[in-house]
Nanobody, 115 residues
Framework: QVQLVESGGGLVQAGGSLRLSCAAS????????MRWYRQAPGKERDLVAS???????YYADSVKGRLNISRDNAKNTMYLQMNNLKPEDTAVYYC?????????WGQGTQVTVSS
């Protein structure tokens, strides 16, 4: 099992930056994939970015060039650096990993971008 705790959300103006963190309760070195999702009010939870243990990264088209995902296995933490934020980035951001077929989610952190 692994517990995930997100932090770093907040209110920011359009064009601003935030860095989200996802702290794991144990070593992340054995976690093959770690992901960031987001869910806006009334919408489905969508994959924003993912990172493997190699690492290989993936980004949704809507965030390419503005968001950067990274992981520090020594600190058991994954990050999401978000730059040039837009109002449409407003959502609750969740970190996620899957291990032996079981999905693990954090509680989420709210990101609100004002225009």
């Amino acid at each position: 099992q692994v517990q995930l705790v997100e932090s770093g959300g907040g209110l920011v103006q359009a064009g601003g930056s935030l860095r989200l963190s996802c702290a794991a309760s144990r070593s992340t070195a054995s976690l093959r994939d770690m992901r960031w999702y987001r869910q806006a009010p009334g919408k489905e939870r969508d994959l924003v970015a993912s990172i493997t243990s190699i690492p290989i990264t993936y980004y949704a088209d809507s965030v390419k060039g503005r968001l950067n995902i990274s992981r520090d296995n020594a600190k058991n933490t994954m990050y999401l650096q978000m730059n040039n934020l837009k109002p449409e980035d407003t959502a609750v951001y969740y970190c996620n990993t899957v291990e032996i077929g079981v999905d693990y989610w954090g509680q989420g952190t709210q990101v609100t971008v004002s225009s």
